[in-house]
């Protein structure tokens, strides 16, 4: 008997990768290589779309031919695309590259997104979206573009985020999915595009450039046979354009189909922490005009999400400080040594030693708050302050952020799942637990995001009836027993919280300040 596969191509900001799956869910093969972004000046952060393709090119012919050695019998039955989320990559008529893709981590549109609050415009696009505008989304990006690089958008002729063009190197298909489409440019609630948000950003004049919204759930585009003889898969296999990879993630988690009122934080490089809404007259858009309101791939329910620009960035930047401190002894050790002593050396120090606000990134934050100017910052240090306390304040404030965005989207659900590169951290399980007073559950899929897009292509494809069928299968077998708070740090995170608010409300003036003087100190 044929072994029936489903294959996920997630594209996302280190690591593009390909995952084969069962039927069932049981990952078969997988095939991943690093990706790669230049940082530019001033904030850019580009990635070559050309390359792009061609490592998911290699990576999904590496894991065919894998397929084809192990499993001889395999049928490959349909392919699903998702990849990181934001970001703006233009494509001429031809199909060719107009320059190349800026990235979610991109900030050069600071300036655009703080003229749009001020005019009330971001106001007016929030109304539809339920999504905070931020320098990290296409609207901002575009909006940049056309005051800067008019030229650019004159060639283009499509407007897509990192997925929409794989799928269209894939299929040939113009095309974008409806969480994309609809928290920049649309209406959570009627899931198309709002000529109200294109106005209000700016951007009449280039209406033409949003393509076809597609749900990949419900429509699948074949499989060119450029593409098949370049993958080793079949000219004509469907193709299910994904919804944006956290979205996949939180689904392949166990945001849906496994317990109702469940939260899914996704702690990556960034983090993202979700609730889902299942009746959207429900939602309730942040008062503060932030966060993300999505389409979700289930008729009539919507995630609501807060997303930190970086997460586990910041423990990567302190396992550097630790690494550097090392190599002037030259006891340098592997990095996952240090990552690994430093979760054993936060779960060994006392709470709120110090207090840590997690914005590592060069980008600023975006959630629950957005400011572009945003900086990491340690506050109470004392000469009793240690590498543990410190490591403790880093973990710590990974999850008071965590809790800052639930907070954002009406609290923290019931039940909340863990996945990401920190999930299999002690310490970050722990703390969350403890911080969010609520049980926390790590997914036993290793790779939620392939398998969201993939049980999207397999409803897609009637393996499923239904999400729901699907879910049964896929997610809540493998998710595991609960980690309970621990009773005598709830109490004290519940003190430390609204200190950890307090003191970054406070601080927006000195980020401004920070960077003006850092632009004159780098200009002589």
């Known amino acids: 008997m044929s072994q029936t596969v489903i294959i996920a191509l997630d594209s996302g900001t280190s690591v593009v990768k390909a995952v084969a799956f069962s039927a069932g869910g049981d990952i078969l093969a997988t095939s991943s290589r690093p990706n790669a972004w230049t940082a530019l000046p001033g904030g850019g952060a580009e990635q070559d779309m050309r390359r792009t393709f061609d490592d998911a090119?290699?990576?999904l012919a590496a894991l065919s031919a894998d397929l084809r050695a192990r499993f001889p019998d395999a049928d490959v039955v349909a392919l699903g695309v998702t990849g990181q989320g934001d970001g703006t990559w233009l494509i001429d008529a031809a199909g060719d590259p107009v320059g190349d893709g800026w990235l979610w981590l991109d900030a050069r549109a600071a300036g655009i997104v703080e003229d749009l609050n001020a005019s009330g415009a971001a106001a007016a696009v929030f109304a539809h979206t339920g999504t905070g505008l931020a320098a990290c989304q296409q609207g901002a990006q575009l909006a940049w573009m056309d005051r800067n690089r008019p030229a650019m958008l004159a060639r283009a002729a499509t407007a897509m985020h990192p997925k929409d063009y794989l799928y269209f190197r894939l299929t040939?298909?113009?095309?974008?999915?409806?969480?994309?489409?609809?928290?920049?440019?649309?209406d959570f609630r009627t899931r198309t595009y709002q000529d109200d948000v294109v106005a209000a950003l700016g951007l009449r004049q280039h209406r033409r450039l949003l393509p076809e919204i597609v749900d990949g759930t419900l429509q699948s585009h074949p499989l060119?046979?450029?593409?098949?003889?370049?993958?080793?898969?079949?000219?004509?296999?469907?193709?299910?354009?994904?919804y944006v990879d956290v979205l996949c993630t939180a689904l392949g988690a166990g945001l849906y189909g496994a317990g109702e009122n469940a939260g899914v934080s996704v702690i990556g490089s960034t983090g993202m922490h979700i609730k889902l809404v299942p009746h959207v007259a429900d939602v309730a858009p942040s008062p503060a005009g932030t966060g993300y309101c999505m389409p979700f791939p289930v008729p009539g329910h919507t995630i609501q999400a807060q997303t930190n620009m970086?997460?586990?960035?910041?423990?990567?930047?302190?396992?550097?400080?630790?690494a550097d401190a090392a190599a002037l002894t030259g006891g340098a050790r592997p990095r996952s040594e240090v990552l690994a002593a430093l979760g054993d050396l936060a779960l060994s120090?006392?709470?709120?030693?110090?207090?840590f606000h997690p914005f590592i990134s060069t980008a600023g934050e975006r959630g629950p708050f957005t400011d572009a100017y945003a900086r990491a910052s340690l506050i109470g240090l004392d000469q009793s302050v240690r590498l543990k306390d410190l490591a403790r304040a880093v973990f710590e404030g990974l999850c008071f952020a965590a809790r800052d965005c639930y907070t954002?989207?009406?609290?923290?659900?019931?039940?909340?799942?863990?996945?990401?590169?920190?999930?299999?951290?002690?310490?970050?399980r722990a703390l969350l637990a403890a911080v969010l007073n609520r049980p926390v559950r790590v997914s036993g899929q290793v790779e939620a995001g392939a398998a969201g897009v993939a049980m999207m292509a397999a409803v897609r494809n009637g393996l499923y009836a239904n999400m729901a069928d699907c879910a049964a299968v896929w997610v809540a077998p493998r998710l595991e027993a609960p980690l309970l708070p621990d009773a005598s740090l709830v109490?004290?995170?519940?003190?430390?919280?609204?200190?950890?608010?307090?003191?970054y409300a406070a601080l927006p003036k000195l980020w401004r300040g920070l960077h003006a003087a850092r632009e004159v100190?780098?200009?002589v």
């Open 408 to 428: 954002a989207i009406g609290g923290a659900p019931a039940d909340i799942r863990v996945t990401g590169g920190a999930a299999r951290s002690p310490a970050i």
């Open 349 to 355: 120090a006392q709470p709120g030693g110090a207090l």
């Open 224 to 242: 060119s046979a450029e593409a098949a003889r370049r993958i080793g898969l079949p000219a004509g296999l469907p193709v299910s354009l994904g």
């Open 491 to 503: 109490s004290a995170y519940d003190r430390l919280f609204p200190l950890y608010r307090d003191t």
């Open 521 to 523: 100190a780098h200009a």
């Open 310 to 322: 970086a997460a586990t960035l910041n423990i990567d930047w302190l396992a550097d400080i630790v």
């Open 172 to 186: 040939g298909t113009r095309a974008t999915s409806p969480c994309e489409g609809n928290f920049t440019f649309g």
């Open 57 to 59: 090119a290699d990576v």
